[in-house]
């Protein structure tokens, strides 16, 4: 992101509003207190999403353009305020405990932890954790994300029983989305894109720390390929399935 959309980003922060999403037409959130998080309640499933996992609307604060004490602490209080909400209200949109949104929370989560060593941050991360150890949504990319993010928290906390179910369940993910020629099984180009991507991340991760990484590089220049094949002429992704009709972000395309 260009510095200045970094600066604009915290500026909104500032005003306790988190971003919304222009590419998916979703509007900015404020949120000045606990209670102003009910609001979340009626959004359709896609805003909801968006805004619960919390890394969607807080992240750029982080980034190392724009990032300081500041930024930092706007975002912990933040993240405090939603907890803190996320405990009290009896009321929740269905979303905020997908699997999906509870895994990029729980990796923005283990980001923030990094920042800021908070005891209410680090609880929430083992609650996230012990929900993912009991939920899993199958070998597609939401349990891909799943996945990816119980690894992360396992090498951060050293829990080897945990580390050993995230592979395990990498490993046979990857062996049902993509077919023996790199095509996804989940039949929409974006998704595709997705998994690929997604795959990349992951092989980086393994090298990180000292897993087989090359077993995913043949089937995943394969997808590649294919991937290639299905962007048109206009370079927009070719509209199978549900695929969005939209330009693909081409540097997810690269594998390093």
Known sequence: MKKSSLKDNLDKLKNNILKGDKRRNLNDLKIINESDWEQTNTLPDSAAWHFHTLGRPLSSNLYEKIGSDESIDLVVKHVKMWINWDKNSKIKHEQIYSGHTVALRLEFLLL????KQDSLILKTIQEHIDFLKQNYDGDWNHGLDQSIALLKAAYFFNLSAIKELAIQRIYSNFNQIFDEEGVCQEQAISYHHYNIYRFWHVMKI??????????FENKLNLANNFLLWAILSNWY??????????KPIFSMIKNN
Do not use: A, P, R, S
């Open 112 to 115: 923030v932890y990094i920042f």
């Open 206 to 215: 393994f090298k990180f720390i000292n897993e087989n990484y090359k077993i």
């Open 237 to 246: 992704y070719c509209n199978l399935g549900d695929t969005i009709y939209e």
